[in-house]
């Protein structure tokens, strides 16, 4: 256990267990909305009541961090373009802030390990400038690497204490594909040629060389694979720490997280492993297509929402699928009931649902459109 973390209690099935049962209430058949009807029983029992609420203050938390990997020819673009994108971020012109504007969401911006100064009011947890070339050097050192757990937790408590009901976290630095398919492939025992993407765009004889690079990483790491902290020293670097903490303390703090791509899920990897059971608390916002990625989500048992050849980074995949999340919410909470729009119902089939986990009262709640609240129900903070 580290820095206070370690299993973690799931969504409350109790809660699920109600939702369910509203749902087959609403002016609809039985599983007409399909996934969407999933997707609004999660965030009930993550928020602990049925009806859940719609999102009041969803929050990204872009990581920012650099890799002395980069410096070897594993991406196409040069490590300077972290700081500029950085910069791009804090002034509204990045991706992760137009479809964030779109989704109902504001944008933080966290420097953890870029190469260089960046404004003051995004350093506060900085750990270093940059962290190692893992195919030659560890990332971190010991005190680095729990610093940048530390800071991770305490974003995540600094958010979740002002108000954030939904965290989504990105990732913003050159190079930070390769260590994320370092993780990956070590985590999952998976050859590097079978986990290896083109991450920003490098051609053939990039992907060569960072296979190359992968190859060796993976040879410092396995020692590791076993002890999460030490796996984030050796072979990640500052911002996947961050990350990992991050992710393993919005768990802890019974918050739910839409996971982004690759470099995030290889990150959620790490923190399922300080947390154990965090992943219910998470959402597969898409599916990247780095091959790692696949690999990561199967491992973590998550099912992508939208598969869109997406590659970005930045928070810019989750951000797409929240205004899916945010329909999934509103058609439990603000549909009608057949009882209160005096709609027939259907005859009841042998199997319909039931489920003896739920309260004797969630019938009643179904049936009147009420609301059934967890006694471990998180405490609003958004008001």
Same mark, same amino acid.
């Given at each position: ?320 699928? /929240? ?57 609003? /903070?958004?008001?």
């Amino acid at each position: 256990m580290t820095h206070g973390l370690g299993p973690v209690t799931p969504p409350d099935a109790q809660i699920r267990a109600a939702a369910q049962q509203r749902q087959a209430q609403l002016t609809k058949p039985g599983g007409a909305l399909g996934r969407l009807e999933d997707l609004g029983n999660w965030v009930a029992a993550c928020q602990g009541v049925c009806p859940p609420k719609q999102f009041e203050r969803a929050r990204v938390v872009v990581f920012a961090g650099d890799h002395g990997i980069a410096k070897h020819g594993v991406s196409a673009y040069p490590s300077e373009v972290t700081a500029q994108m950085v910069a791009n971020f804090l002034g509204g012109g990045a991706a992760v802030n137009a479809l964030a504007a779109v989704a109902g969401a504001t944008v933080r911006v966290a420097d953890i390990s870029v190469d260089t100064d960046t404004d003051p009011q995004i350093g506060k947890h900085k750990v270093r400038r940059s962290s190692g070339a893992i195919d030659r050097e560890d990332a971190l050192s010991t005190e680095e690497v729990e610093a940048a757990l530390a800071a991770g937790i305490a974003i995540a408590d600094e958010e979740i204490d002002a108000g954030a009901d939904l965290l989504i976290v990105g990732d913003m630095g050159i190079g930070n594909t390769t260590p994320a398919t370092v993780l990956i492939a070590t985590l999952t025992d998976t050859e590097p040629v079978a986990a290896v993407g083109r991450g920003t765009g490098v051609d053939d004889e990039g992907w060569a060389r960072k296979v190359a690079a992968i190859r060796d990483a993976m040879r410092r790491a396995r020692p590791a694979a076993k002890d999460p902290v030490e796996l984030l020293r050796v072979a990640a670097g500052a911002d996947f720490a961050a990350m990992a903490g991050f992710l393993a303390q919005a768990a802890a703090r019974r918050t739910p997280v839409i996971l982004d791509g690759v470099v995030v899920t290889a990150a959620a990897l790490v923190a399922e492993d300080l947390a154990a059971g965090a992943s219910a608390w998470w959402l597969a916002g898409h599916l990247s297509t780095e091959p790692a990625h696949t690999l990561a989500l199967t491992r973590l048992r998550l099912e992508p929402l939208l598969k869109l050849n997406m590659r970005l980074g930045e928070g810019s995949g989750a951000l797409t699928a /929240l205004p899916i999340l945010r329909t999934a919410v509103a058609a439990l909470a603000e549909m009608a009931t057949f009882g209160e729009a005096g709609v027939s119902t259907a005859e009841p089939e042998a199997d319909a649902v039931t489920d003896t986990a739920a309260d004797s009262n969630a019938d009643a709640v179904a049936n009147a459109g009420g609301t059934v609240e967890s006694s471990t129900a998180k405490p609003d /903070l958004t008001k």
